[in-house]
């Protein structure tokens, strides 16, 4: 059920993203480009996944309907065309909880505790014994999402796999139930990209652990994060022997600077000794304003007309409802519940 390449025949993709802060540079590498490249190939489908926002941030919703227009701004800045892709919200869309009720119906909680990714985020976000109700049916409203798109190819990283297993079971048990093929199963695209570390290196960069460059970040904050990565710490003098495993500054190097030979060139004069830090930090900053710069420039242009972003958001929803609703009407039809 996975790929890790590009097809070439047109299929119907859905993705999508939590609003729960403005997108960032693992943002860029681990999907925003490959969404950019699929657009024109494929039929995309991006929801801005604010109801799944609220699953763990429902105390302070403001989290995430103050993003919302921000990771808008963010496609629109990198290149996603509202043209050629549909860009919806989430909430907008009601055809996708109703569609989430039903197939609740069909999981059951020891299903939902055992989901890997589940586990581990019910883990990593220290709800204790009071996990909300929302959160842990989230992979069955994420089967809703896919599904009422009819999304056969879906782009993920390796840790949402199990997620796709889980909407693969639900449509299974739909079609049997139908005794015909209602819904489509799906498959995962698979982004070869490495998860973008933090600049400490202890992490992955990521929206909620406040250790993330963001494609909106001003010309010192990005700087100054450059300034702060962390290096091999025992490679002290300009002539030291240098280390480039771990070393984020080679990593990024690695993951945006365009010219790959003269980053190997780099990589080995650093190893052998006689390249210091602050150069491999200046050559990366330079990269990184040179690719920001514009992208700072038309994020904040179109923050500056949020009723263009709402218009473009309304568009793409009204499309998406046209959809859903009739993936809903089918499944309905499903359980003998159309009557009129
Ligand atoms: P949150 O902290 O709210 O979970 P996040 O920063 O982890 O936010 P998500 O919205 O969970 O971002 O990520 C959506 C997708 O973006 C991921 O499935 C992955 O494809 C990509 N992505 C996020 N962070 C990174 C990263 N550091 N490196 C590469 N890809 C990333
Ligand atoms: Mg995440």
């Known amino acids: ?26 943002h860029y590498v681990g999907s925003l480009q490959q969404r950019v490249a699929l657009q024109s190939i494929h039929q995309q489908t991006i929801l801005v996944a604010d109801m799944q926002g609220l699953t763990d941030n429902a105390h302070q919703p403001e989290k995430v309907s103050s993003n919302i227009l921000n990771v808008v701004a963010d496609y629109l800045a990198v290149g996603i065309d509202p043209q ?6 989430q909430s907008q869309l009601p055809a996708l909880a109703e569609l989430t009720m039903y197939y609740s119906n069909l999981v059951s909680i020891a299903r939902l505790e055992r989901n ?31 599904s009422a798109f009819r999304a056969t190819l879906v782009p993920v990283g390796d840790d ?29 695209l698979l982004s070869n990209a490495p998860r973008l570390p933090s600049t400490d290196g202890k992490n992955k960069m990521s929206k909620s652990m406040g250790n993330a460059i963001n494609l909106g970040a001003s010309e010192q904050e990005l700087r100054a994060a450059v300034k702060s ?20 500054v080679f990593t990024y190097l690695d993951a945006f600077h365009p010219d790959h030979a003269y980053v190997a060139q780099l990589k080995e004069q650093y190893q052998r ?11 990366l900053e330079e990269c990184l304003q040179e690719l920001l710069k514009p992208i700072r420039e038309r994020r904040q242009r179109y923050l500056d007309d949020k009723a263009q972003l709402i218009e473009i958001l309304r568009l793409g929803s009204q499309i998406a ?20």
């Open 116 to 146: 890997p990714t589940v586990k581990n985020e019910i883990h990593s976000k220290g709800f204790g014994r009071s996990i909300p109700a929302g959160f842990l049916t989230y992979p069955i409203s994420q089967a809703a999402d896919i």
């Open 1 to 26: 059920m996975q790929t890790t390449q590009t097809e070439t025949q047109s299929e119907t993709i859905l993705t999508g993203d939590r609003a729960t802060g403005p997108l960032h540079l693992g």
């Open 160 to 188: 949402q796999l199990p997620m796709l297993e889980q909407t693969n079971e639900i449509v299974r048990k739909i079609n049997s139930l139908a005794g015909g093929e209602v819904l489509l199963e799906c498959r995962a």
């Open 321 to 340: 409802q046209d959809k859903t609703e009739q993936v809903l009407i089918d499944v309905r039809g499903v359980f003998g519940l159309n009557l009129f």
């Open 84 to 89: 050629q892709t549909t860009i919806c919200l």
């Open 229 to 248: 990565m962390y290096t091999d710490p025992n490679h002290l003098r300009v002539d030291d022997l240098g280390q480039i495993e771990g070393n984020v």
């Open 273 to 283: 000794g006689g390249l210091g830090d602050g150069t491999t930090k200046k050559i």
